[in-house]
């Protein structure tokens, strides 16, 4: 592929008859179904606990479905392409609730810091499950969705690159701490077919990646990146179009603040207080994303976004005025993906085997053929 523009928005449309050759051959799970179920859990304890120590979150529920004319949905990207389940309900209502199930709770745990009477430094880790019907099903796509999703207030003062990097270091320090404990239960993990987690993560503005591969299209950027630089990278800066004109990834425009100028390297400006995870997987070999984060809008940058989005109309939703008005806190938050991370960790080749979801069957065939057993 060449057309930057068609590697902009998400997982983007896949292709199985060239997943069939992507995937690995001679592929062996290092546990067994049970044993894997067990370690699943284990490592979800590990890092919940360890999340909320490192970061000063506490654990809270979390919707499934929202009021649509809430606003606090999240869509995504911002190119309109991924849209939630919708449904009325309310048996006997005049006017039925438009209820929608959430896509990722990004919007709601903002509003939620001050329903929790959060201060600043305080916070909340949920253990959210959403449904994202429009992404193309692969072994490490999945309609079923399930993340921790974590928020923390801040102060204007933190809103800084380096207060960024400090907490992706925690939140890393967790994930290879978790790594390191699975291990340590089940040894059989501890293989010399597959590295281990490495110890520490490199940061990459996403104007730097384009530096180094230029006439690359995206994924084949964090490709390079990770097999040539670090195998576990933290991108930052994505939304802003760089300067070849196109964003590194299309972003939502009201959560993650992607237009805040942060960085002068070389006498060039760069932008964007957020930015993925993301790491080799040796067992696909291919590049694997843990999470999204971000250090959230302000309402000077809610409204520049969103004039870039062509959402202007967003700033009438009940979420968007109360960040207009300053009624809800300053914060930095994040998604971790639960299976993806299990995945990682646990030596899988599909996130079909620490999770159950739906799955076509021309994936399952491929499966089949591939020697990967996925629950159902």
Same mark, same amino acid.
């Given at each position: 592929?060449?057309?930057?523009r068609e590697d902009?928005?998400g997982?983007?449309?896949?292709?199985?008859d060239?997943?069939?050759h992507?995937?690995?051959d001679?592929?062996?799970?290092?546990?067994?179904?049970?044993?894997?179920?067990?370690?699943?859990?284990?490592?979800k304890?590990?890092?919940?606990?360890n999340l &909320?120590?490192?970061?000063?979150?506490n654990?809270?529920?979390v919707?499934?479905?929202?009021?649509?004319?809430?606003?606090?949905?999240?869509?995504?990207?911002r190119?309109?392409?991924?849209?939630?389940?919708?449904?009325? &309900?309310?048996?006997g209502?005049?006017?039925?609730?438009?209820?929608?199930i959430?896509?990722?709770?990004t919007k709601?745990?903002?509003?939620?810091?001050?329903?929790?009477g &959060?201060?600043?430094?305080?916070?909340?880790?949920?253990?959210?499950?959403?449904?994202?019907k429009?992404?193309?099903l692969?072994?490490?796509?999945?309609?079923?969705?399930?993340?921790?999703?974590?928020?923390?207030?801040?102060?204007?003062?933190?809103?800084?690159?380096?207060f960024?990097k400090?907490?992706v270091?925690?939140?890393?320090k967790?994930?290879?701490?978790?790594?390191?404990?699975?291990?340590?239960?089940?040894?059989q993990?501890?293989?010399?077919?597959?590295?281990d987690?490495?110890?520490?993560i490199?940061?990459?503005?996403? *104007?730097?990646?384009?530096d180094?591969y230029?006439?690359?299209?995206?994924k084949?950027?964090?490709?390079?990146?990770?097999l040539?630089?670090a195998?576990?990278?933290?991108?930052?800066?994505?939304?802003?179009?760089l300067?070849?004109g196109?964003?590194? *990834?299309l972003?939502?425009?009201d959560?993650?603040d992607?237009?805040?100028?942060?960085?002068?390297?070389?006498? *060039?400006r760069?932008?964007?207080?957020?930015?993925d995870?993301?790491?080799?997987?040796?067992?696909?070999?291919?590049?694997?994303?843990?999470?999204s984060?971000?250090?959230?809008?302000?309402r000077?940058t809610?409204?520049i976004?969103?004039t870039?989005?062509?959402?202007?109309?967003f700033l009438?939703?009940?979420?968007?005025?109360?960040?207009?008005?300053?009624?809800?806190?300053?914060?930095?938050?994040?998604?971790?993906g639960?299976?993806?991370?299990f995945?990682?960790?646990?030596?899988?080749?599909?996130?079909? *085997?620490?999770?159950?979801?739906?799955?076509?069957?021309?994936?399952?065939h491929? &499966?089949?053929?591939?020697?990967?057993?996925?629950?159902?």
């Amino acid at each position: 592929m060449t057309d930057k523009r068609e590697d902009l928005a998400g997982p983007g449309v896949g292709d199985y008859d060239k997943l069939i050759h992507e995937l690995p051959d001679n592929y062996q799970s290092l546990l067994p179904p049970m044993q894997r179920m067990k370690a699943v859990f284990a490592l979800k304890n590990y890092i919940e606990t360890n999340l &909320c120590r490192q970061l000063n979150l506490n654990m809270v529920q979390v919707p499934l479905i929202v009021d649509k004319e809430s606003g606090v949905n999240d869509y995504l990207d911002r190119d309109g392409s991924r849209t939630p389940v919708e449904f009325p &309900c309310g048996l006997g209502l005049d006017t039925p609730i438009q209820a929608q199930i959430v896509q990722a709770a990004t919007k709601w745990k903002r509003m939620a810091l001050q329903q929790f009477g &959060c201060r600043v430094g305080e916070g909340i880790c949920t253990d959210m499950r959403a449904v994202r019907k429009d992404y193309f099903l692969d072994h490490d796509h999945s309609a079923y969705v399930d993340q921790w999703d974590w928020e923390l207030v801040i102060t204007r003062e933190q809103r800084t690159i380096d207060f960024l990097k400090d907490i992706v270091r925690r939140i890393w320090k967790v994930i290879r701490g978790a790594g390191t404990m699975v291990q340590d239960m089940y040894p059989q993990l501890r293989t010399s077919g597959y590295p281990d987690v490495p110890e520490d993560i490199r940061f990459f503005h996403a *104007e730097e990646i384009l530096d180094l591969y230029p006439g690359l299209p995206r994924k084949q950027r964090e490709t390079r990146l990770l097999l040539e630089h670090a195998p576990a990278v933290f991108i930052i800066g994505i939304g802003w179009p760089l300067k070849d004109g196109y964003p590194h *990834e299309l972003r939502a425009a009201d959560y993650d603040d992607w237009a805040t100028e942060t960085i002068v390297k070389n006498g *060039e400006r760069y932008r964007g207080l957020n930015g993925d995870i993301l790491v080799w997987n040796p067992v696909t070999n291919r590049r694997h994303e843990l999470t999204s984060m971000g250090i959230r809008v302000t309402r000077e940058t809610l409204k520049i976004q969103l004039t870039m989005s062509h959402q202007e109309d967003f700033l009438s939703l009940p979420y968007h005025q109360a960040i207009i008005s300053d009624r809800i806190p300053l914060s930095i938050g994040g998604g971790i993906g639960q299976s993806r991370t299990f995945m990682y960790l646990l030596r899988t080749a599909h996130l079909g *085997e620490v999770t159950v979801s739906v799955w076509p069957k021309e994936l399952k065939h491929i &499966c089949m053929k591939k020697n990967i057993h996925l629950l159902e």
